[in-house]
């Protein structure tokens, strides 16, 4: 189906705001900066059944792809329920789920993913903001409502029959292992096969967007899939259930609305390629709780597509309550962008940890995308060795050359605004604050109080404007504590730079205040 279709039954759910009687997660709302619905469990009827009634067998041997078939069928011709996995491991091809049903995982339960590249389809989807065909999905549904994954089992992708794997990120015994199990040695990469190699020269630059579904089939290794892709979907719960070893990202809602994610742990090795943990785009109404990552990309990220695509979708992703969390590897802990052109708001993050991430708040975008990212909400963030940068706003994400004359503003031009920062603690990161905006769109109305920066290095300001700090504590191991560039309207109030150089301006600023 194609995602335009998607969308029209996607914009034609109910906008109907559940009640909080007897709801878990209504203290969630206490003081939330903007309204938002209050949000539920999915009604699942209480009908249950067992795998094993329908054949099934969790010796890590036999397939199962019928059994959860015929069990997801039997169950939504009768109303829906819950299909119960009992322990022991279960491989299987793709699960395609059905609206009022839990996919019920016991403690002992893991659910594999078989080594067969035959056993999945070629699906138009979106991926990476763009609509292309692509390999089916491990686990996947369409315009459902009342659907859940539960339980204390684990939910394993399979992902290194899939992924490249560079060799520089792996040490010495971890590579000699890998290569030992086949696959193919190309320079310093690593491949599952020859079509992964062949599908690289067939999907250049923006070909993989122009395949035929016949080219996509031949090349499916190349063209990973999502380990679990939601699409469409209304009242969805993931919750308890462990989900690792994607092939790509683990966990992709699209256009989803009332979305809760509650105490699952998202996990990929640290050397997965596109390894994201929870890619949460165009969605309405989410809650992201109590939930611990640690993969090879980013982590928590929210986006809203790609480029003219993703304005054309015009679908934001708003709504957004992220709270208690934990971040061990990854490339930022929580993430807006790149994709991002649909447009963010009416987010919250509170009482998270991020340990050993390469950024701890990311904010990425780039010329062409467009977007508003705007109205988020940021509170008592804990931060550990963060290796790169604890909070940046970049708008030169992977742009290596910068246009020699400034373009004009238009609808491809991206912003990041009313942004409000507190009681955040970093320590020991590679640098404190990277705010880089573009010089027709500063980034714009950032606010940081309270908040404590170790670094190596210390913050930058540069192309923006209306930015406030108030006792905010920056100390680097050297160099400046701030460097302000090209910068209007920035107050710094009961600030504490510890460094020989407190501030070092560059470029050309006005309006700053040291109070």
């Known amino acids: 189906m194609k995602i335009k279709s998607l969308l029209a039954s996607f914009m034609l759910l109910s906008a109907v705001s559940m009640t909080a009687g007897g709801n878990e997660y209504a203290h969630l709302y206490d003081n939330l900066p903007f309204e938002m619905p209050v949000i539920d469990r999915p009604a699942i009827p209480s009908r249950q059944v067992d795998l094993k009634e329908f054949g099934g067998v969790g010796d890590g041997i036999t397939l199962n792809t ?12 009768q ?79 399979n992902g290194g029959m899939w992924r490249p794997v560079k060799k520089d990120k792996m040490n010495t015994a971890e590579w000699k292992n890998l290569i030992a199990k086949g696959g193919i040695v190309n320079g310093n990469v690593w491949y599952p096969s020859q079509s992964y190699i062949d599908g690289e020269e067939m999907a250049k630059g923006d070909r993989r967007a122009k395949l035929t579904k016949e080219e996509a089939q031949s090349i499916k290794r190349y063209l990973r899939p999502v380990m679990v892709q939601l699409v469409g979907c209304k009242n969805v719960l993931l919750q308890g259930v462990t989900f690792q070893n994607s092939p790509a990202w683990n966990v992709h809602p699209l256009m989803c609305e009332n979305l809760i994610v509650d105490g699952v742990f998202i996990k990929n090795p640290d050397y997965a390629q596109n390894g994201d943990g929870l890619d949460v785009e165009s969605c309405t109404n989410v809650i992201i709780y109590r939930s611990t990552l640690d993969v090879g990309d980013d982590a928590i990220c929210l986006k809203s597509g790609k480029d003219e695509a993703g304005r054309k979708r015009g679908v934001p992703t708003s709504n957004v309550i992220v709270r208690d969390c934990r971040v061990f590897h990854g490339h930022g802990g929580f993430v807006v962008g790149s994709e991002m052109s649909g447009g963010v708001n009416n987010v919250s993050v509170s009482d998270c940890q991020f340990l050993g991430t390469d950024i701890g708040l990311r904010f990425k975008s ?150």
């Open 66 to 77: 019928k059994a959860f078939a015929e069990a997801i069928n039997k169950l939504s011709k």
């Open 79 to 157: 109303g829906g329920g819950t299909l119960n996995v009992p322990a022991g491991i279960w491989l299987t091809g793709p699960i395609v789920l059905k609206s009022n049903i839990n996919l019920h995982l016991d403690a002992g339960a893991m659910i594999v993913f078989a080594a067969d590249e035959s056993l999945y389809d070629t699906v138009y989807v979106v991926y990476e903001g763009f609509e292309a065909w692509r390999t089916q999905s491990p686990i996947s549904g369409v315009n459902l409502e009342n659907v859940s994954i539960t339980g204390d089992g684990i939910i394993d992708g």
């Open 366 to 515: 780039c010329r062409g995308r467009g977007g508003v990212v705007r109205n988020i909400h940021i509170d008592n963030v804990n931060m550990l060795n963060i290796s790169g940068d604890a909070i940046t706003f970049d708008l030169y994400y992977f742009v290596k050359n910068a246009p020699k004359e400034i373009p004009p503003v238009d609808e491809t031009t991206p912003r990041f605004c009313d942004i409000f920062i507190k009681d955040v603690t970093s320590f020991n990161s590679g640098k404190a604050l990277k705010f880089n905006g573009i010089p027709e769109m500063p980034i714009d109305n950032i606010q940081i109080s309270n908040s404590v920066f170790t670094a190596r290095e210390g913050g930058l300001l540069s192309e923006s404007k209306d930015i406030k700090l108030n006792k905010v504590t920056i100390r680097p191991d050297s160099g400046a504590a701030m460097t302000v560039n090209n910068v209007s309207n920035a107050t710094f109030t009961d600030c504490t730079f510890d460094s020989a150089t407190p501030i070092e301006y560059t470029g050309d600023n006005k309006g700053i205040k040291v109070d």
